[in-house]
């Protein structure tokens, strides 16, 4: 089983940068596959971006270019930078693990976090 600890979060400008991290427990960190999601107010969770435990990477179109999944096994960490932020990005964001599966949008994440809050004012 694995915890996952989000942070990073605040109150940016359009245009402005975050970098949100999620620290995860537990020692097998590096066969977890790991994803960000986000939920608006009034609106459905949805998929931001993935990485495999192998290495594959997925985003959603709407951030492709803008932003960047990575992960830092040796510290337990998954990182999304967002640039070039846009007041529609704003959210809650979650990072989520699966253990050996996939990081694609359909996949079936078994952890998450709490959630830590993006805001981007126009």
């Known amino acids: 089983q694995v915890q996952l600890l989000e942070s990073g979060g605040g109150l940016v400008q359009a245009g402005g940068s975050l970098r949100l991290s999620c620290a995860a427990s537990?020692?097998?960190?590096?066969?977890?596959?790991m994803g960000w999601f986000r939920q608006a107010p009034g609106k459905e969770r949805e998929f931001v971006a993935g990485?495999?435990?192998?290495?594959?990477?997925y985003y959603v179109t709407s951030v492709k270019g803008r932003f960047t999944i990575s992960r830092n096994n040796a510290e337990n960490t998954v990182y999304l930078q967002m640039n070039s932020l846009k007041p529609e990005d704003t959210a809650v964001y979650y990072c989520?693990?699966?253990?050996?599966?996939?990081?694609?949008?359909?996949?079936?994440?078994?952890?998450w976090g709490r959630g830590t809050q993006v805001t981007v004012s126009s």
């Open positions: 990485l495999d435990w192998s290495g594959g990477i």
């Open positions: 537990g020692r097998t960190f590096s066969r977890y596959s």
């Open positions: 989520a693990a699966s253990f050996l599966g996939s990081a694609s949008a359909s996949a079936g994440y078994n952890y």
